[in-house]
């Protein structure tokens, strides 16, 4: 299958796209509620992400991904599978390279954060040979 990665650019259409899988998103690491739209396009124009992609099989859009300066990967996949999480991390490794490493705040890799309770999503990674690295708690 072909997978189509779609550069963020704030537009109307990617902003309505992107809060479409906003509602549709069951695994939640940065928010508990739905931010209201109005939010949301605010949060779009912004952009406060280094690259954001949205995920698309064709006419079907299955998530998106964004990769901030702390070489963190927010990966959000509306039904992840072996093949469009393969896609994802094919196309991260040929068009882009970790920023320089910071001691103590930036690796120089790549990681991924993936919610918790996504084991589907954990499991495809670990088969893939990502290993985890870190828990993060919240209190």
Known sequence: ?????????ATSD????LY????????????????SYEEHCDFVK????????????????????YIKKDNSI???IYSPSRAVLTACLDFIKRNFTP???IASMVPDYFYINVAYSNKKA???????????IQISLRF
């Open 99 to 101: 920023q320089n490493s």
């Open 14 to 17: 990617q902003t309505r796209r």
């Open 46 to 65: 912004k952009n406060p992400y280094l690259h954001w992609y949205i995920v698309s099989d064709g006419p079907e859009h299955l998530g998106s991904f």
């Open 122 to 132: 954990i499991d495809i990674l670990e088969d893939l040979g990502l290993s985890p």
């Open 1 to 9: 299958m072909k997978y189509h990665f779609e550069r963020v650019i």
């Open 74 to 76: 927010g990966l959000n």
């Open 20 to 35: 479409e899988l906003l509602e549709r998103r069951e695994y939640k690491i940065s928010h508990t509620n739905l931010p």
